[in-house]
């Protein structure tokens, strides 16, 4: 009877204690729907997400006074082998940039831009926050170019 009870007792400290990691899946789907980002008062971005299983699908547009400068498509999936996303983007011209990250708490998110040829080398990071629903902030950061912040809002339809 003894062991009995300190069985369950050690069983019901262990099932207590375990560190609970922020539901990456879960995270991820904050970002469906549509948001904007103004770089400049004439230039803009347009991020249409959608969900894809336990991923997303998204395209972008960059435009500067009406003309297109940028657009992809983007597809992101979870490894959870890693615990992280990775999203492939299609550029226009053919080229495939490659992304990796993951949610490090419930409204923060850290990306790395590598190098497809050799993805351990990181290109650019970025750390993306959410302030509200329908609001969220991300910091690029270029090598030696410093960091260039933006913020980003959904658009209601």
Same mark, same amino acid.
């Given at each position: ?25 879960? !995270?991820?789907?904050?970002? &469906? ?5 103004? $770089? =400049?008062? /004439?230039?803009?971005?347009?991020? *249409?997400? %959608? ?39 299609? !550029?226009?011209?053919?080229? &495939? ?5 993951? $949610? =490090?708490? /419930?409204?923060?998110?850290?990306? *790395?831009? %590598? ?43």
């Amino acid at each position: 009877m003894i062991a009995v009870s300190l069985f369950i007792a050690i069983h019901g400290i262990q099932a207590q204690t375990t560190d609970s990691q922020p539901d990456q899946v879960t !995270l991820i789907k904050q970002f &469906i729907g549509t948001w904007q980002n103004e $770089f =400049t008062p /004439d230039t803009s971005i347009i991020w *249409e997400i %959608k969900s894809y299983g336990k991923g997303l699908e998204t395209t972008y547009k960059i435009t500067t006074k009406g003309k297109t400068l940028r657009e992809a498509k983007q597809l992101v999936g979870f490894d959870s082998k890693f615990e992280t996303f990775t999203n492939f983007t299609l !550029l226009t011209n053919g080229r &495939i940039v490659l992304f990796t990250g993951k $949610f =490090t708490s /419930d409204n923060k998110m850290y990306m *790395e831009v %590598k190098d497809k040829i050799n993805p351990e080398k990181v290109l650019s990071r970025g750390e993306y926050e959410f302030k509200t629903v329908d609001m969220f902030t991300v910091i690029r950061i270029f090598g030696n170019y410093g960091a260039k912040p933006g913020t980003y809002y959904r658009i209601k339809e």
